[in-house]
């Protein structure tokens, strides 16, 4: 998608675009068609905003699609997006564009399953814990953010983990009273 930014509205894009820049190459605002909710997860203001996404995505996507597999995996991420991008859409004046609902979503299930004596990450939680408290400290710190999403995407996250999780220890029980 950032090929086509670049494309739509040359390499002016890599420095940043502006709102009606980002509102024709799929950006988000309350007065944008509802297509906008998905398209929107694509478009990236500046190379430093797809980036600043891009190393968060693969970097949480990489465990989070290992442990929980591809349907919860991509059920998460799109989930938390979209859902961040309706309140976005009807709470905001602001144009907007990126995946950091998206991420927050999958860093909400990397949290919470660290916890999990069997995950990857248990031996490391806290600094789970402590690399997304920073996280989340930085939406609150930097002007055009878009904080709705982000909130929004972190508590999918949480809610997902949670259904996820009672999911997995019923399956177990189940399967503990058949043996």
Do not use: Q
């Amino acid at each position: 998608m950032y090929i086509f930014e670049i494309y739509i509205s040359g390499f002016k894009s890599l420095e940043g675009l502006n709102s009606k820049e980002t509102i024709n190459v799929g950006g988000m605002s309350n007065e944008t068609a509802l297509y906008s909710l998905f398209t929107s997860i694509f478009v990236h203001g500046s190379y430093t905003h797809l980036l600043t996404n891009l190393i968060l995505f693969i970097a949480v996507g990489i465990y989070v699609h290992k442990y929980f597999g591809n349907k919860i995996y991509i059920s998460t991420f799109f989930l938390s997006g979209i859902l961040g991008n309706i309140l976005t859409k009807f709470a905001s004046d602001n144009v907007t564009g990126g995946m950091s609902g998206c991420i927050y979503g999958l860093v909400a299930l990397a949290v919470f399953s660290s916890f999990d004596k069997s995950s990857e990450l248990y031996e490391s939680r806290w600094l789970s814990v402590a690399a997304t408290s920073v996280l989340v400290l930085t939406t609150f710190m930097f002007p055009n953010v878009n904080v709705y999403s982000h909130t929004v995407g972190f508590v999918t996250g949480c809610f997902i983990y949670c259904i996820y999780s009672a999911y997995i220890k019923e399956k177990e029980v189940h399967l503990y009273e058949k043996s």
